[in-house]
């Protein structure tokens, strides 16, 4: 089915954007996102993250549906003067995802930007039943992460 613009819509993309308003400095929040390894402790979807080498690794996430999403992801970029985070996914998700870390009122403002192809069987096969329910677990995931995040950067 094309979109408005005549072009097929592609079932299987999605682009996410959220904005997280944080009380930390920028450094802090920073400093917190570039240790993937360590979103597991504050970030509940993210059951594990394994390095592979120092510029990759797999995670494997899980939100409110009942699957599990696994990536290998490689460092694209990583700019701490630009407070820019940025991995390039293959595996279940192909595509990428971004931080971007500013100065926001009272602390910081944190951009998560994403745009994958779920690639994952499964949920290929369910596309357009279960879009809005991907959407919404998406939503979910994001919430807690920031919530978690939060708390991480509260407790110092």
Not at 8 to 34: G, K, Q
Not at 61 to 73: E, G, I, N, Q, T
Not at 125 to 151: Q, S
């Amino acid at each position: 089915m094309p979109d408005w613009s005549g072009r097929p819509r592609r079932l299987h993309r999605y682009r996410f954007r959220s904005v997280w308003l944080l009380n930390a400095p920028p450094a802090v929040v920073y400093a917190v996102l570039e240790r993937a390894e360590a979103y597991p402790h504050w970030w509940p979807q993210v059951r594990e993250v394994a390095p592979i080498d120092e510029r990759s690794g797999t995670a494997r996430f899980r939100s409110f549906l009942p699957y599990d999403l696994v990536v290998v992801a490689s460092e694209a970029v990583r700019d701490p003067g630009a407070g820019v985070l940025e991995i390039a996914m293959r595996g279940d998700l192909a595509g990428w995802a971004r931080w971007t870390i500013v100065p926001g009122a009272g602390g910081t403002r944190a951009v998560f930007e994403q745009d994958v192809e779920v690639r994952k069987p499964l949920l290929r096969r369910w596309a357009l039943l279960g879009r809005p329910l991907f959407l919404v677990n998406h939503a979910l995931m994001m919430r807690a992460g920031r919530r978690g995040l939060a708390t991480w950067l509260a407790r110092g």
